[in-house]
């Protein structure tokens, strides 16, 4: 595992607060998922969690285009998620990601998927109806489509 050292030095000067306000937002997601449901915490985190309609994955929407100040955040986001001691899981990202897009009241969701014959979840943020992570999104389908708008 790379020391914080290195990776300190090799974040560009601008970058830094937007790194340091998603290791900030890191650490309140890790409590977060602790101590409160995954519903209220995305709620509070400004991703609400979205359960109903299908996910984001028409072939024919355009990738969105987010702002460079939006992309500087999510590149902060990922980067510290990346040297995160308690994992890089998906859903860490994605709450941390949410949280640092807010303002574009991006979405939150869960889905599964049987993987080589194994369920696999998976989580990702939606703005707009479209999936920042098309790959994933496309292949996990959303919890409420498993239960087919019944409660479990």
């Known amino acids: 595992m790379r ?6 030095r090799r974040v560009p000067a601008r970058e830094i607060p937007a790194v340091l ?14 101590v409160t449901t995954l ?18 994955t028409s072939p024919g929407k355009t990738p969105i285009l987010l702002a460079p100040s939006s992309m500087r955040r ?3 986001a990922r980067r510290v998620m990346r040297h995160w001691p308690f994992g890089d899981t998906c859903l860490r990202v994605a709450l941390v990601s949410g949280q640092r897009l807010r303002r574009l009241n ?5 889905g599964v998927a049987r993987v080589d014959g194994n369920i696999q979840a998976h989580a990702w943020l ?7 992570d098309p790959a994933g999104s496309a292949v996990h389908l ?11």
Do not use: C, N, W
């Open 3 to 8: 020391s914080p050292l290195t990776l300190a």
């Open 21 to 34: 306000a998603a290791a900030t937002v890191a650490l309140v997601v890790e409590v977060g998922l602790r």
């Open 39 to 56: 519903p209220r915490l995305a709620r509070l985190l400004g991703a609400p969690l979205r359960l109903e309609g299908e996910a984001g």
């Open 74 to 76: 999510l590149r902060a």
């Open 106 to 110: 991006p979405e939150l969701r869960v």
């Open 126 to 132: 939606e703005i707009g109806g479209t999936s920042l």
């Open 142 to 152: 959303s919890f409420e489509s498993l239960l087919g708008g019944k409660d479990a």
